[in-house]
């Protein structure tokens, strides 16, 4: 079946404005993760959903970052007041949930620019 | 807090010739180890994790508690290699927290 999948792929916005980024996982994976990468550096997470709940948010930089998965399924992440620093390339990955001992699957990421 | 790292951020081998990617964790517990790798143009795929102990394309991770090493080794490198490699660290199970290293770019010279 098809994979995870983010949209946009590419985001250009200006500085102080909002932007929402979105995140389809695989069907039936109940865990849902969302990584920044900036340039140079490897993935680093900001939150992990098991189901509808935000199990783990302490990678959160801060309150103008923001994410939420109503339904258990597609999950949209929350930008406010974007700073220049917020460009990077957010990674978004499912997996079949907590205790289960399954490895990450992960989305091709939305490049956001902050101008 | 975990802590993984990778020293190398490039790192180039000819076809044909052993291949070893570093990488050094630092935890007080017994965590899960992984390798991640992204071809070009791919997204980022897991290549192996320690508690399976397969050997996927060659390529084969030994977890050291003493020396709290992952290292990545395959003993000839294929171009097909050529890709950015993440080391990843799972602090213990239930915990869905992935630490990732900075990564190492190889490149395979034909």
């Known amino acids: 079946g098809a994979g995870v999948s983010q949209t946009p792929s590419n985001k250009v916005t200006e500085k102080g404005k909002y932007v929402e980024l979105r995140c389809d996982p695989i069907?039936?994976?109940?865990?849902l993760y969302w990584y920044r990468q900036s340039l140079g550096q490897g993935p680093e997470f900001l939150i992990y959903?098991?189901?509808?709940?935000?199990?783990?948010d302490s990678g959160l930089p801060n309150d103008r970052f923001f994410a939420v998965r109503p339904e258990g399924s597609v999950s949209t992440l929350k930008i406010q007041r974007t700073e220049r620093g917020d460009s990077a390339v957010y990674l978004c990955?499912?997996?079949?949930?907590?205790?289960?001992?399954?490895?990450?699957?992960f989305g091709n990421g939305t490049r956001l620019t902050v101008t | 807090a975990q802590r993984v790292t990778q020293p190398e951020k490039l790192l180039s081998v000819f076809k044909g010739a052993p291949v070893e990617l570093k990488c050094n964790y630092s935890?007080?517990?017994?965590?899960?180890l992984f390798w991640y790798v992204q071809y070009s143009r791919q997204r980022l795929q897991l290549l192996l994790r320690?508690?399976s102990r397969e050997s996927i394309k060659g390529f084969t991770a030994d977890l050291n508690k003493g020396e709290t090493s992952f290292h990545l080794k395959k003993p000839f490198a294929q171009e097909e290699d050529s890709a950015m490699y993440y080391c990843?660290?799972?602090?213990?199970?239930?915990?869905?927290?992935?630490?990732f290293g900075t990564g190492t770019r190889l490149t395979i010279i034909p």
């Open positions: 959903f098991q189901g509808t709940g935000a199990a783990d």
């Open positions: 320690h508690i």
């Open positions: 069907s039936g994976h109940t865990a």
């Open positions: 990955a499912s997996s079949l949930g907590q205790y289960e001992n399954s490895p990450l699957h």
């Open positions: 990843a660290l799972r602090p213990e199970f239930g915990n869905e927290k992935l630490t």
């Open positions: 935890y007080s517990g017994s965590p899960e």
